[in-house]
């Protein structure tokens, strides 16, 4: 009988530690450089390893922890003796799809939540894409709090911000509303609109101009959001941290760069490291689309406030 494959062979050692109590909830399992150095394995290896454990469940990534053991209770279960409507439905929803992604949500899954058939859970809300629309209509349905700022670029910048906030809260809300050509009819996300706008009113703009930057803001907010939730996803596949991930692909990488054919993007830091930030890259990002929008206002002769 042939042997198991060294990743098989370390994930159940890893996986003894857990079952034996070694390794408790929240403990940080080895990570893929530790593997290397104990087990003696390539990165590769090391890196399927904990791959097979985070696809059993027994592992997970915490930004700026590590790949942890994870814990064997979920925070969003209901309650015994909830009733089931449509609000806890949507709150169940938007927990479960908090911590799982909404790739992993599915009317039979949150039904399960509530101990109940998913022919319930069909009484309250016809089919997961009304689902979605109700959670993305629930996160909307907050405000920025405190009275609004004066001035157009203060007004804007609060309200891409907030947007921000809860994409970086709600990982799945950049997925859920992608679609710029083919909006979802959302009261609550209407408003948020709304107040855009009535910032750009007033400044010299046309509807057309108002309603490119109103979209262009959010595409701004929408793509990074979207970055943070690959990330998740990608943590998830793999068991690996960003850092984790860039260790297993450093000599590919070195290589590349030592080859001579990018002699600006290898010797674009020399030898401090990028590390990627994704909040900082948004506030980048926005403060060059007011840029933009100050000059595009200038062009049209009106005076900032």
């Known amino acids: 009988m042939a042997a198991d494959p060294p990743y098989l062979r370390i994930a159940q050692d890893i996986r003894h530690r857990i079952d034996s109590g070694e390794l408790a909830p929240g403990d940080r399992v080895p990570s893929t450089r ?8 390539a ?45 806890r439905i949507i709150r169940t929803a938007i927990a479960f799809a908090d911590a799982e992604g909404l790739a992993a949500l599915s009317m039979r899954r949150v ?42 670029r203060a007004q804007l910048a609060r309200e891409a911000r907030w947007l921000w906030g ?41 509807p057309y101009q108002m309603i490119h930057v109103h979209l262009s803001l959010l595409a701004h907010a929408q793509g990074v959001a979207m970055a943070s939730e690959l990330e998740a996803q990608a943590r998830q596949d793999t068991g690996m941290t960003p850092e984790e991930w860039m260790t297993s692909h450093e000599p590919r990488m070195d290589a590349i760069q030592t080859s001579g054919a990018y002699p600006i993007l290898s010797t674009l830091f020399g030898e401090d490291a990028f590390d990627l930030e994704l909040g900082t890259l948004f506030e980048f990002g926005l403060e060059r689309l007011l840029d933009g929008v100050a000059e595009l206002i200038d062009g049209q002769g009106v005076p900032q406030s």
């Open 34 to 41: 530790r593997i290397t150095q104990e087990w003696g394995v």
């Open 43 to 87: 990165m590769a290896t090391a890196t399927k390893a904990l791959a097979a454990l985070n696809q059993e469940g027994l592992v997970r990534a915490v930004p700026g922890v590590g790949t942890v053991v994870a814990e064997p209770a979920r925070e969003y279960r209901v309650a015994p003796g909830q009733g089931l409507n449509r609000e």
């Open 111 to 152: 039904a399960a939540e509530f101990g109940t058939s998913t022919m319930a859970l069909y009484r309250h809300v016809p089919s997961k894409g009304e689902l979605v629309r109700l959670m993305s209509e629930a996160v909307f349905s907050e405000e920025p709090p405190g009275p609004g700022p004066g001035g157009w």
């Open 166 to 206: 809860a994409y970086e809260r709600h990982p799945w809300l950049g997925r859920a509303m992608a679609a710029l050509t083919r909006p979802i009819a959302s009261p609550h996300a209407m408003r948020y609109t709304e107040r855009v706008l009535a910032a750009l009113s007033g400044v010299g703009l046309t």
